[in-house]
């Protein structure tokens, strides 16, 4: 099993460029979740999905749209990237929303 | 929503030596999960525990719901477990976990 996984590891964008970050897992995990770590802040959850073609805001949200058309995959999108989206993203998922939470290796995103 | 509050912030051992990480919480909990983010960035999962104790290996950990807050111990320390250790924990029915902003151990030989 890969667990979960992240795609890309690291990208560059200029402000106002777009792109989709993809993740993965191979758990048959129900829930699916997408976190934003800046220093100093620990991790704050942007979205998650509980089921497949599910989709609900966390706690920032502004900014960033999810999809989780199949059950192992959940997008999220940067239609217009802004110098405050540099972060690290992770990913993760659970069975259930009381469960165990597995994560990605994260995304390194720089916004110029 | 729940604050979580991690203490110490920062925390500095020699090798062998044991260590308690505490987590406080604004309001009852549930969920609870502690994290271990290494050097690289990855993050792992070191216990579920919404209640009670449990213990793998060298590391342990303890909640006390009633009392919203939880502890992490590690014994005989080892360099391999330097990094930032993170709590998290949602309320209620909430699915939605709230992270605290993390302790950084740092392990020396």
């Known amino acids: 099993n890969a667990g979960v996984t992240q795609t890309p590891k690291f990208r560059v964008l200029k402000t106002g460029q777009s792109m989709t970050l993809l993740c993965a897992q191979d758990?048959?995990?129900?829930?699916m979740y997408w976190y934003r770590q800046d220093p100093g802040m620990g991790l704050r959850l942007i979205h998650y999905?509980?089921?497949?073609?599910?989709?609900a805001k966390g706690e920032v949200p502004d900014g960033y749209n999810v999809s989780r058309l199949k059950k192992q995959n959940f997008l999220l999108g940067l239609e217009s990237a802004a110098p405050s989206q540099t972060s690290v993203y992770f990913c993760?998922?659970?069975?259930?929303?009381?469960?165990?939470?597995?994560f990605g290796p994260g995304t390194r995103l720089l916004v110029l | 929503g729940i604050q979580v509050e991690q203490s110490p912030p920062d925390l500095i051992l020699q090798e062998g030596a044991n260590s308690t990480l505490r987590c406080n919480f604004s309001?009852?909990?549930?969920?609870l999960q502690w994290f271990h983010q290494n050097p690289w960035g990855q993050l792992i999962n070191l216990f579920y525990?919404?209640?009670g104790t449990k213990q793998n290996g060298r590391l342990s950990a303890t909640t006390v719901a009633t009392e919203r807050y939880s502890l992490l111990y590690i014994s005989s320390s080892q360099t391999t477990d330097s990094g930032v250790y993170f709590c998290?924990?949602?309320?209620?029915?909430?699915?939605?976990?709230?992270f605290g902003k993390g302790m950084k151990l740092t392990v020396n030989p």
């Open positions: 993760a998922s659970s069975f259930t929303g009381k469960e165990t939470q597995y």
């Open positions: 758990m048959n995990h129900e829930y």
């Open positions: 999905s509980v089921g497949e073609g599910t989709t």
């Open positions: 309001d009852s909990v549930n969920n």
């Open positions: 525990i919404p209640s």
């Open positions: 998290a924990s949602s309320q209620g029915g909430s699915e939605k976990l709230v």
